[in-house]
């Protein structure tokens, strides 16, 4: 029996293939007949997408598929997880329409892939319902589905401020997050067990799920509704976050519950393109493009990167590079430059190209809430990989101490002393001087080992986040008595934890500190680069051209001081660059200036959003006596 051989699709048209499952016993041979879909003209009840893992490509098991109009058969090789999938998944006496990827996507065909991939986020959004497959049952994930079953009916959920509340009065220790929720060992490690499948970690599970109307999730026989297992998970994850004793013994189950919380707790279209690559920075993928087109059906509306096309056939840091200039090119912005990082691994490709094929550690500073740049970026692609940007050079590196080693979280041990790693970054500091603006030396240092984001109960109930009175008395102690440290400042140790992981502590010769990544040593010049929120560690080279080293937070630099000057206000103030430019408005005329706000010109019609500022712009910098400097990227 010959091997199938896929007519191909128009990828001109809207259209996909669906995979008849024929009916059948367990053990009976898997057969299956294809047919096409317009998704156009779709009603949303024609079919089941499956949403699951791969798993191994070796020892592959052969399915038949049968073409209606010749009655011949033919092989097609799948995994072994997918044909048991289909065998948990078949009818016994009626066919089941279903869009499996491995399947309704010949994968053999480069350019097929890539406009197929472009559909998915209307395949998935226009299926009847998506099947997510875990895998087969056994008894502790029978258990673990009951549980998490019967946690949800307790519990109601508002998506949109992130609450939850007790589905009737005597569940209310269930909504209520400052009760930490006990588990036994049976409970804890059925929970474990189930949130390690190898579905959670993949990439493509977030357009999967995000996109759908409804999905339920399968082991085996076993089945929940998706919306219900949302609601367990995110109270399992509340109270966990906040019961400290409880995730010190339940480490390895915590960082799995935050793993799944960060997909439960999302809506798509909610961010860009850069948010959901920090969000989704520890998932799984086999293609390196994937990185990005796997999320393209998901990303806010307004991101310029909706225009990519998958291409397949080209290389990935060719992907990359061509996303950079499409940001430079349609939203005058350089954001995308955080993401870069200089380490030994990376391709051979320019260095202010990110390499999204590697699995980044640690939270993009871009993204922490801080960063002030609001500048309009002045740049352009010169040729052979050279990127031409404007910028300030605002302090030099003098000396610099490794931080946590920039390994995978679930590989450093919770206990790791953070009050050794603090005293020896104090070493780098002078505690009897003012730090460089005129506040206390401490409390910048303070400030800086968690990017200077501590809970501001008038603003939010985030009870996670440090109190920075609590650090600061927590920090003084150390700094001041040689390392000693009394009491527990376990909110700021675990922010410290999560900020330092893969960065290094830095001073500068100006009399900064910060944190910077690993790679990062004396002589690297600190740069607010137009239209980038963050500050960026950029080396000179013998060619008169500067590598990217990467993103770094350094304290007193990160709202626009090297633009505007030092802060006359509390550092957690919105700054006013001055009067808007000659035809330009708020665009919300009864809103006050702040980050958030949109502008638009009178005359033109010309519309700026956040980050941007018209005020903001090259001339309107210079004229503040700013001296602007050229950096060639290389």
């Given at each position: 029996m010959s091997r199938y051989a896929y007519a191909p699709l128009d990828?001109?048209?809207?259209?996909?293939?669906?995979?008849?499952?024929?009916?059948?016993?367990?053990?009976?041979?898997?057969?299956?007949?294809?047919?096409?879909?317009?998704?156009?003209?779709?009603?949303?009840?024609?079919?089941?997408?499956?949403?699951?893992?791969?798993?191994?490509?070796?020892?592959?098991?052969?399915?038949?598929?049968?073409?209606?109009?010749?009655?011949?058969?033919?092989?097609?090789?799948?995994?072994?997880?997918?044909?048991?999938?289909?065998?948990?998944?078949?009818?016994?006496?009626?066919?089941?329409?279903?869009?499996?990827?491995?399947?309704?996507?010949?994968?053999?065909?480069?350019?097929?892939?890539?406009?197929?991939?472009?559909?998915?986020?209307?395949?998935?959004?226009?299926?009847?319902?998506?099947?997510?497959?875990?895998?087969?049952?056994?008894?502790?994930?029978?258990?673990?589905?009951?549980?998490?079953?019967?946690?949800?009916?307790?519990?109601?959920?508002?998506?949109?401020?992130?609450?939850?509340?007790?589905?009737?009065?005597?569940?209310?220790?269930?909504?209520?997050?400052?009760?930490?929720?006990?588990?036994?060992?049976?409970?804890?490690n059925s929970f474990y067990n189930l949130l390690q499948a190898p579905?959670?970690?993949?990439?493509?599970?977030?357009?999967?799920?995000?996109?759908?109307?409804?999905?339920?999730?399968?082991?085996?026989?076993?089945?929940?509704?998706?919306?219900?297992?949302?609601?367990?998970?995110?109270?399992?994850?509340?109270?966990?976050?906040?019961?400290?004793?409880?995730?010190?013994?339940?480490?390895?189950?915590?960082?799995?519950?935050?793993?799944?919380?960060?997909?439960?707790?999302?809506?798509?279209?909610?961010?860009?393109?850069?948010?959901?690559?920090?969000?989704?920075?520890?998932?799984?993928?086999?293609?390196?493009?994937?990185?990005?087109?796997?999320?393209?059906?998901?990303?806010?509306?307004?991101?310029?990167?909706?225009?990519?096309?998958?291409?397949?056939?080209?290389?990935?840091?060719?992907?990359?590079?061509?996303?950079?200039?499409?940001?430079?090119?349609?939203?005058?912005?350089?954001?995308?430059?955080?993401?870069?990082?200089?380490?030994?691994?990376?391709?051979?490709?320019?260095?202010?190209?990110?390499?999204?094929?590697?699995?980044?550690?640690?939270?993009?500073?871009?993204?922490?809430?801080?960063?002030?740049?609001?500048?309009?970026?002045?740049?352009?692609?010169?040729?052979?990989?050279?990127?031409?940007?404007t910028g300030v050079s605002a302090a030099a590196i003098s000396d610099?101490?490794?931080?946590?080693?920039?390994?995978?979280?679930?590989?450093?041990?919770?206990?790791?002393?953070?009050?050794?790693?603090?005293?020896?970054?104090?070493?780098?500091?002078?505690?009897?001087?003012?730090?460089?603006?005129?506040?206390?030396?401490?409390?910048?240092?303070?400030?800086?080992?968690?990017?200077?984001?501590?809970?501001?109960?008038?603003?939010?109930?985030?009870?996670?986040?440090?109190?920075?009175?609590?650090?600061?008395?927590?920090?003084?102690?150390?700094?001041?008595?040689?390392?000693?440290?009394?009491?527990?400042?376990?909110?700021?140790?675990?922010?410290?934890?999560?900020?330092?992981?893969?960065?290094?502590?830095?001073?500068?010769?100006?009399?900064?500190?910060?944190?910077?990544?690993?790679?990062?040593?004396?002589?690297?010049?600190?740069?607010?680069?137009?239209?980038?929120?963050?500050?960026?560690?950029?080396?000179?080279?013998?060619?008169?051209?500067?590598?990217?080293?990467?993103?770094?937070?350094?304290?007193?630099?990160?709202?626009?001081?090297?633009?505007?000057?030092?802060?006359?206000?509390?550092?957690?103030?919105?700054?006013?660059?001055?009067?808007?430019?000659?035809?330009?408005?708020?665009?919300?005329?009864?809103?006050?200036?702040?980050?958030?706000?949109?502008?638009?010109?009178?005359?033109?019609?010309?519309?700026?959003?956040?980050?941007?500022?018209?005020?903001?712009?090259?001339?309107?910098?210079?004229?503040?006596?700013?001296?602007?400097?050229?950096?060639?990227?290389?």
């Amino acid at each position: 029996m010959s091997r199938y051989a896929y007519a191909p699709l128009d990828p001109s048209a809207s259209t996909t293939r669906l995979m008849n499952l024929l009916p059948g016993l367990f053990d009976d041979d898997i057969n299956i007949s294809l047919e096409t879909l317009d998704l156009a003209n779709n009603d949303h009840q024609q079919y089941e997408a499956l949403s699951y893992a791969w798993g191994s490509k070796d020892n592959p098991l052969e399915i038949y598929i049968t073409d209606p109009s010749t009655n011949i058969k033919a092989i097609l090789p799948v995994t072994q997880n997918l044909a048991l999938a289909l065998r948990y998944l078949r009818l016994p006496h009626l066919s089941r329409t279903l869009w499996i990827d491995a399947i309704c996507i010949d994968q053999q065909n480069l350019e097929e892939r890539g406009h197929q991939v472009k559909k998915m986020g209307d395949i998935y959004h226009t299926t009847r319902q998506v099947i997510i497959w875990l895998g087969p049952a056994t008894d502790d994930s029978a258990f673990a589905i009951r549980i998490l079953r019967g946690m949800s009916a307790t519990i109601e959920v508002d998506w949109q401020t992130l609450t939850m509340r007790p589905t009737t009065p005597a569940d209310g220790n269930w909504a209520n997050p400052q009760i930490p929720l006990m588990c036994d060992n049976k409970t804890s490690n059925s929970f474990y067990n189930l949130l390690q499948a190898p579905w959670f970690n993949r990439l493509w599970i977030w357009q999967e799920v995000l996109l759908s109307r409804t999905a339920e999730i399968h082991i085996g026989y076993e089945t929940l509704a998706w919306n219900n297992f949302r609601k367990a998970i995110f109270c399992l994850a509340r109270k966990m976050i906040l019961d400290s004793t409880l995730k010190r013994v339940r480490g390895d189950l915590a960082r799995l519950v935050a793993n799944v919380h960060r997909l439960v707790a999302r809506k798509p279209f909610d961010a860009g393109l850069i948010s959901y690559i920090e969000a989704t920075i520890r998932c799984q993928f086999s293609d390196p493009r994937d990185r990005i087109y796997a999320l393209l059906g998901i990303i806010s509306r307004g991101d310029c990167v909706l225009d990519l096309k998958p291409v397949y056939t080209q290389p990935a840091s060719s992907v990359f590079q061509d996303i950079v200039l499409l940001y430079l090119r349609r939203q005058s912005s350089l954001d995308i430059l955080a993401c870069c990082e200089l380490c030994a691994n990376k391709p051979q490709s320019p260095s202010w190209v990110p390499d999204w094929s590697n699995r980044r550690v640690h939270q993009l500073i871009l993204l922490t809430g801080n960063p002030g740049n609001r500048s309009v970026a002045k740049a352009d692609y010169i040729s052979a990989g050279l990127l031409r940007a404007t910028g300030v050079s605002a302090a030099a590196i003098s000396d610099t101490q490794p931080g946590i080693p920039a390994a995978d979280i679930q590989d450093v041990p919770i206990s790791m002393d953070i009050h050794q790693m603090i005293h020896m970054f104090s070493k780098l500091i002078n505690t009897h001087q003012p730090y460089i603006d005129g506040s206390d030396i401490i409390d910048a240092f303070c400030r800086t080992l968690v990017g200077d984001i501590f809970a501001q109960p008038q603003f939010t109930a985030d009870t996670t986040l440090p109190s920075l009175d609590k650090s600061l008395a927590y920090v003084s102690n150390i700094c001041r008595n040689f390392g000693e440290h009394s009491g527990s400042c376990e909110n700021y140790l675990e922010k410290v934890f999560v900020f330092t992981q893969g960065r290094c502590f830095v001073t500068t010769q100006e009399g900064y500190v910060g944190l910077a990544p690993l790679a990062s040593k004396a002589g690297d010049q600190i740069c607010i680069i137009l239209g980038c929120r963050s500050p960026l560690v950029l080396r000179p080279t013998t060619k008169r051209t500067y590598t990217v080293v990467g993103e770094c937070y350094i304290h007193g630099l990160m709202q626009d001081e090297a633009l505007l000057g030092p802060l006359p206000y509390k550092p957690d103030s919105t700054e006013s660059p001055g009067d808007l430019p000659r035809g330009w408005m708020i665009r919300d005329p009864g809103a006050e200036t702040g980050p958030n706000n949109w502008y638009v010109h009178s005359a033109t019609g010309e519309e700026t959003k956040y980050p941007i500022d018209p005020r903001m712009t090259v001339e309107s910098i210079e004229a503040r006596g700013v001296e602007l400097r050229e950096f060639v990227l290389e």
